[in-house]
């Protein structure tokens, strides 16, 4: 096919549809400690959550995988999903419930467009907590093309998010 067909700029990503070995235990992750909320449950096999009242971000089901060994870090399949914060602010809320609850982190990176905090889910699903620069402060490169890197994240300047006041 010789015509280039490029997707809407207005399309997004609806959902993630995650299989899980222990649906209790993945809610008290999405639920509990990420603050998702519960929009509906399929008894023990399945739940959907989400935030601000959408049918579902993130759909968790154990209909292949009640049981299963955690996610192989090696060979094909999910790298993360990643969740998108409104503000810094609400991005450093997170990372500070993440520190008081020891949740183990994987990384935290500065990328330039971006701020984010890596950490695996129980069942070793990758999941990256971000907020994205303005727009018009991301890095580009001479001739205007996105200029993205990897340099660590400045937690205590994130973390001073929180100790600012509200106007």
């Known amino acids: 096919?010789?015509?280039?067909?490029?997707?809407?700029?207005?399309?997004?990503?609806g959902?993630?549809?995650?299989?899980?070995s222990d649906l209790e235990r993945a809610l008290?992750?999405?639920?509990?400690?990420?603050?998702?909320?519960?929009?509906?449950?399929?008894g023990n096999q399945a739940a959907f959550i989400s935030a601000g009242g959408y049918h579902h971000h993130i759909g968790l089901n154990n209909w292949h995988s009640k049981g299963m060994p955690k996610a192989p870090q090696e060979g094909v399949g999910l790298y993360h999903l990643a969740v998108v914060y409104p503000t810094r602010k609400d991005?450093?809320?997170i990372f500070d419930r993440l520190l008081k609850a020891e949740y183990p982190l994987t990384?935290?990176?500065d990328h330039g467009v971006s701020e984010a905090i890596y950490l695996n889910d129980p069942d070793g699903n990758g999941?990256?907590?971000?907020?994205?620069r303005p727009k018009e402060l991301w890095p580009k490169t001479a001739d205007g093309?996105?200029?993205?890197?990897?340099?660590r994240l400045d937690?205590?300047?994130?973390?001073?998010?929180?100790?600012e006041k509200e106007a």
């Open 127 to 132: 999941v990256e907590l971000y907020w994205d």
């Open 91 to 93: 991005l450093a809320a």
């Open 1 to 13: 096919m010789n015509d280039q067909y490029v997707v809407p700029a207005q399309t997004r990503i």
């Open 155 to 163: 937690i205590r300047g994130l973390l001073r998010e929180l100790e």
């Open 28 to 42: 008290e992750f999405y639920r509990d400690l990420l603050g998702f909320e519960l929009v509906q449950k399929y």
């Open 107 to 109: 990384g935290a990176s």
């Open 15 to 20: 959902h993630v549809h995650l299989k899980v």
């Open 145 to 151: 093309t996105i200029d993205m890197y990897t340099e």
